[in-house]
């Protein structure tokens, strides 16, 4: 089993009475089925249906929890205190910090499938897929529990998210893409049921007339120099795509995750610097 440092990730409290009602009509995903059992992915979006930020939501203490890369938090607390007005919610940073754990072999005490959570003595453990968990604690027990392993780096673990086919938004991607782009509907971070939410009925037009123009690829590059989100992609002088992530490869180069428009997928592509796209398959099917 491998385990990771997650301190590039940061957390928000949302607390109160309407905790649970204000996330509800500001995000993409159905809150009212989330509960202390379970987590999910979500996200905000401008009125234009472009994500703005997307995060991984679950329950600790009656609370609701958003995990996110640390650069996102500042901008998305700012961003959700702009509608609490008259609302019983609190938007705060939680002071936690997350471990990571993936391999085959998990303790019995950690839930088998995915998006499951359970409370254990190390901590809230949330299971992300079949391969990866992570343990959410305080600062000073996950410490603790780092000390008495031998850590591989924050690389291993972003290169299996990229495998999973698993999106961040960051600065230089906030405002880019609308959740299908990012393949945000098909790893359930989605709700088409839910009621309205910032661009939810451009999202939703989106989904049923099934006008989705670009999708998020995985692909692999030789480089020596890790592309950069928000680099983009071209086919001839053509821009085609957009770097949404990318980490170094165990076999050399770099693995990314790239949104690319769907007439270019068979088309040879490349980056600015000249690197060819050599094109792998996602872990889950695109429409």
Not at 76 to 93: A, D, F, N, P, Q
Not at 190 to 208: A, D, L, M, N, W
Not at 241 to 270: C, K, M, Y
Request: charged share 20%.
């Amino acid at each position: 089993m491998n385990i990771t440092d997650l301190s590039h990730l940061g957390f928000l409290r949302i607390s109160g009475g309407d905790a649970k009602d204000f996330l509800q009509n500001l995000t993409s995903n159905d809150v009212r089925h989330l509960d202390e059992h379970t987590a999910q992915h979500n996200s905000i979006c401008s009125p234009k249906g472009r994500m703005l930020a997307n995060f991984l939501l679950f329950m600790m203490d009656g609370d609701y929890i958003l995990q996110m890369p640390k650069e996102m938090v500042e901008r998305v607390r700012s961003r959700l205190s702009m509608y609490i007005m008259r609302s019983r919610v609190s938007v705060t940073e939680a002071d936690l910090a997350a471990v990571g754990l993936s391999g085959n072999a998990f303790p019995e005490s950690i839930p088998s499938s995915a998006m499951g959570v359970s409370r254990t003595d190390s901590g809230t453990a949330i299971r992300l897929s079949d391969s990866r968990y992570e343990i959410v604690t305080d600062p000073e027990n996950a410490e603790r529990i780092m000390a008495a392993h031998e850590a591989v780096g924050r690389t291993h673990w972003e290169h299996l998210e990229i495998l999973e086919g698993i999106p961040v938004i960051l600065p230089e991607t906030e405002g880019l893409f609308v959740p299908q782009m990012a393949n945000f509907e098909l790893i359930g971070g989605v709700s088409f049921q839910k009621g309205c939410y910032p661009g939810q009925e451009i999202v939703t037009r989106t989904h049923f007339l099934g006008k989705v123009k670009r999708r998020m690829m995985l692909a692999h590059v030789d480089s020596g120099v890790a592309p950069s989100p928000g680099e983009e992609v071209y086919c001839g002088t053509d821009a085609a795509g957009t770097v949404a992530r990318a980490a170094p490869s165990p076999e050399g180069g770099f693995d990314i995750l790239a949104v690319i428009q769907i007439e270019h997928e068979e088309s040879e592509l490349r980056l600015e610097s000249g690197q060819i796209l050599r094109m792998m398959q996602l872990p889950y099917p695109l429409p």
